[in-house]
């Protein structure tokens, strides 16, 4: 089957690579790249858009990369075949949820109860990984309790700051797995499953594990 696509669109998330350094603010990561739906291709490295909107705000779309050099523009839609694929989870064998083995842990232990640091790593289904020393994994587990991917990360014990040098200790647990389909949610999103209390949204993970600690009364 057939279907009209737009024949420019921001490149689809499938791991940190696949996000670039913005032209403007320069910072790593953040910048989404225009391409041709049918060629697969970039049409010019900063041709996109910044994913800091409120602090950075670039957007350079591919009409007016044409415009600027003069370019004929072709039809802004194209016939594309529509391609449906499942989405996928973690196997089992990916998951780890030994949550005491991580520098985050032992950080929240130096500040809060140790029983209610268990109680919110657990709650949160929080795990560990190697993939750097003592690093942890936040895990996206959806509404009916699939795991959707886990992002690892490395944390200093004492700060309880990320890891930046000698580069950004962020990694995912699905970029090992062949061929596969991401869909993310949002972390914590299995709690909402029969959830009264009233649900917050913060902007880090580590953030909603101090504020669950705190406020046990909000999601």
């Given at each position: 089957?057939?279907?009209?696509?737009?024949?420019?669109?921001?490149?689809?998330?499938?791991?940190?690579s696949s996000r670039y350094a913005c032209p403007r603010c320069c910072e790593e990561h953040q910048f989404t790249r225009y391409i041709d739906?049918?060629?697969?291709?970039?049409?010019?490295?900063?041709v996109g858009k910044c994913n800091r909107e409120n602090k950075c705000g670039y957007h350079y779309p591919p009409r007016e990369y044409f415009a600027d050099n003069g370019m004929p523009?072709?039809?802004?839609?194209?016939m594309v075949e529509a391609k449906v694929r499942p989405m996928s989870f973690l196997p089992g064998h990916a998951i780890n949820t030994n949550f005491k083995e991580s520098?985050?842990?032992?950080?929240?232990?130096?500040?809060?109860?140790?029983?209610?640091v268990d109680r919110v790593m657990k709650l949160y289904r929080v795990g560990s990984s190697t993939k750097w020393s003592k690093a942890v994994t936040f895990y996206q587990i959806d509404h009916w309790g699939r795991y959707r991917t886990?992002?690892?990360?490395?944390?200093?014990?004492?700060?309880?700051?990320?890891?930046?040098?000698p580069f950004n200790h962020i990694a995912w647990v699905h970029s090992d797995i062949l061929d596969f389909n991401l869909k993310q949610c949002l972390?914590?999103?299995?709690?909402?499953?029969?959830?009264?209390?009233?649900?917050?949204?913060?902007?880090?993970?580590?953030?909603?594990?101090?504020?669950?600690?705190?406020?046990?009364?909000?999601?």
């Open positions: 089957m057939k279907t009209s696509t737009y024949k420019y669109q921001l490149e689809k998330y499938t791991n940190p739906v049918e060629t697969g291709q970039y049409i010019h490295p900063d523009q072709s039809n802004d839609f194209v520098n985050l842990y032992d950080f929240l232990c130096s500040h809060f109860d140790a029983n209610d886990g992002k690892i990360m490395a944390y200093n014990p004492i700060t309880g700051r990320r890891i930046k040098e972390f914590g999103e299995h709690l909402l499953a029969g959830n009264t209390k009233p649900a917050c949204i913060v902007e880090s993970e580590k953030t909603a594990l101090i504020m669950a600690i705190k406020e046990p009364d909000y999601i």
